[in-house]
């Protein structure tokens, strides 16, 4: 944890339950490995080794002994067994030169140690009186501390929910609310009401009353209240409403929390600032600190939100016995400690601020894991009883405001970690109501926002992936283009730019300009960049990736200056070369003059561009021609791109491709037997390669092994889309025993994935349609019985017939997303084939119009793959369509329509 300042503690690990609940203690671990530890050993008067002295020096003894936390030593030996030892001072041997310790041969770290080192962890410790349920509330608190001790620990002060209140006060309320026990607070306002409807009204009243007493407390309860049910306005006055200086302070970090939440930190940063002028109690200024310090944090402002964490926890420090202040300063301690993993040693005014040193000479060194400790308790019952033990109903509804009062808080508390843990909980919930209602698609962007502002990027694009495909295209497009790359945060950055790798393609031109200039900008200052948003990702290559996805849908113009900043690198750098070379690949054919070429040959970046370039001339350069018969005889069959590859190959070199195509095979199967483990690596050139030899010239290569290689698990599910999608684009052409071959084939690989209802299943299905007509409509027949309405659709597309349109309609109105998508496709190629009259006309054109963007790539694919002329009927409508398809899949449109 210190980069300076050496404690000799290589691990601080927390003892948990059974069931996974933390103890809030804290252990250091010095963990030791390899021979040279075992060099000392102590022998019995027999002989025998008993253990092994382990020496360490002086400043190590007083950390581990004097400090608050209980260490242990573990040694680790070349077979992997651990032996452990406590470290305590009457057990430390100082008889030489260095103190040393005795770690017994027969003391083997075990499953069964757990009890023993759960007791020595918590020996040095003084027991919390915080711990545990409190019933009847905290009792003589300080009007200076009420209101922050109800929003930072609401369970000491909220009552409990099965007692009754005669005289609730307004903190007490407050705690309620936060602390996720609203139902109290209502069974207090339902005192001496009657019918339900009474019930209501007599709530209503009592909130209005709430909001008109002079006790600030009551008026945030009521706002709280509105706010739980939807209704945030009374929210925005708190801030207006409060007068002493511990309303203010609390009114500040309410609005923090508010203005986070909208992802607004510059707004959130200027209402605490507002407050830090006043007279305040020092606890409530480290509480306005820690926040301050979070906000600019995420601002850039590096220098001051290390200064403002550090003045945080010297002023809690100075306040030892206040549960709040020991959990504000956990909150700034876990703040420096992020700012000095990210920016390195923390410093303010000359002064080291070391986490291990606080946590070492704290008295009470639990303190900043306490509150925290309690979050992660709430966030478990969040995910156990409130998930399993609710109907559907209560469910969604107890889930909102469970997952609003875990947010505040975290927020109140200035637990930056917690929060966005929530947060994304709260998010992936969000999600899953959505992925579950049809209906709720219209919310997929104020959940797409949960996950921008606190997910991982992982996280972030699979969300969004799965947004772009479901949602209108409208309304995600217009949210991409609302998010500035200008306004990105530490915690957002990242995501934004996985936003735009992912939306690019469907961008407007205008937008995909302006990123796709920022990013030019930002390339020439990354340090700058890297400052104001703390990037712990790798800049240069999330750039790159987010030009290649932009690079299709921008303007010309903006699209020759990529060229142009491409040509003046001084050098592309290793580790960017393949990046490099995927965003040449969507450079326009005029890129590749003499002169531009002459340009890249001579910059030799790493060796990799300088062939790349050689083989994107090979069509045009004798001497390349020659290099690339060089590598196809060579064993390179990556360099056979294309049926028209395949066609120059001899009979020899043809069937040299396939003996190596069958070895991998025989490999990749083999080993998959052997160790279970499907081979991922090299398979794509392996089978287009042959794939492309096998349609130039199918009596030549082994189909034996393909057919073998796609019945076997050796490959991913996956991974053979494109073998499938080859056979129906090219079996047409094979001869027929092979075809009949391969059918076989894909009778036995559906049989074994009926139970995958996914698109290799489909495709399979459209694959046998193709290779044997006299089986296609049993094969619809059999697929409509068994409600496999995605590869009727599928196959539909590709060979219409009027029988086929009720059915195609029918799916349209039918509810799941795939099968919309799908019959899409086939009511659009029944549209061109003029099939269904007035009824296909009008679906089509409400699809156009108002479908998803996957309905609408279906209507694009449907119509590029149509051989015959476009009735003008359709189109003006697939001009209008273009403006809201991918790039690539827009630039093939527009071709097929300038026919």
Known sequence: MSKDIDFGTDLWVMPVGDEGIPSFVVLG????????????????????VIGWWFGFDANHEASWTNGRIAHVVVLISNEGTMYWSKIESSQIDRSSRKPKILVYKDHVLEKTDEEEIYEFACSTYEKSAFNGVVWNGLKNIKNQDRIRLAMLAPRVIAPHVNKHIDNLKGHEALASLLYGNEYGLEWYWRAGSGSMADV??????????????????????????????????????????????EEQAASAVMQFAFDIDDNDWSAALQHIEAVMTYDLYPVDKAWLLVHESWAMFELGRKDEAISAGSNAVSLCLQNPDDITANGICGAAMRLLWQYDWIWGNVKSSGKQVDVAEVIQSS???????????????????????????????EKTHSLRRRFISLILQTAFLGDRDAWKRYCCLQAENAYAQIEDDNEGRTDIVNVLEMFRRCSSKDDYRKVLWSAIQRASDSRIVEYAETVSLNESTHS???NDLTLFQCIGDYLSADKADEVCLWCLTTMASVREYARKVSATFNIPIELLETLKACYRAANRDVQEKIEQWFLELPCVEESYASRAQNLTILFPESFWGDDNLAILL?????????????????????ESEAQWRVKVKSGQVDVIKSVDDAQKLSEDEIRRVSDCFSAYCAEAIASYEQSGVIAVHGVDHMLSAFLFCGYAHPELVDWDSFVKLMLSNAEALQDKRWPLKFLIHFSNELPDGIREELFSMLSCFVKSCEDKANIVYWLAYEAMALLCEDERQNIIDYLISNKRYNAVARIVQRFPAERYVQLMVTM?????????????GALTKLELCNFGGVIVTETVEDIMANGTLAQKEWIAEAVIEFTEEIPARMRERLIALEDSIGSSMRKALKEKLDV
Not at 213 to 238: M, P, T, V
Not at 602 to 622: N, P, T
């Open 200 to 245: 209501a009204m007599q709530k209503g009243k009592r909130k209005d009353e709430a909001w008109a007493s002079s006790d600030w407390c009551w008026k945030a309860a009521a706002a709280f209240y509105d706010y739980f049910d939807g209704q945030g306005g009374r929210l925005d006055e708190l801030f207006s409403v409060a007068k002493s200086p």
């Open 602 to 622: 001579q910059r030799c970046d790493a060796g990799s561009l300088q062939q790349w370039y050689e083989y994107k001339q090979s069509s045009h350069d004798e």
């Open 363 to 393: 008295d009470n060194p639990i303190f900043w894991w306490l509150e925290l400790g309690e979050r992660s308790i709430a966030g478990n019952a969040v995910s156990n009883r409130w998930l399993h033990s609710i109907g559907e109903a």
């Open 29 to 48: 671990v010095q963990v030791k490995k390899g021979a040279s530890y075992f060099r000392h050993p102590k022998k019995d008067e027999q002989g025998n």
């Open 492 to 494: 957002t950055a990242l």
């Open 812 to 824: 349209l109105k039918m509810g799941p997303a795939g099968m919309c998508d799908t019959a899409a």
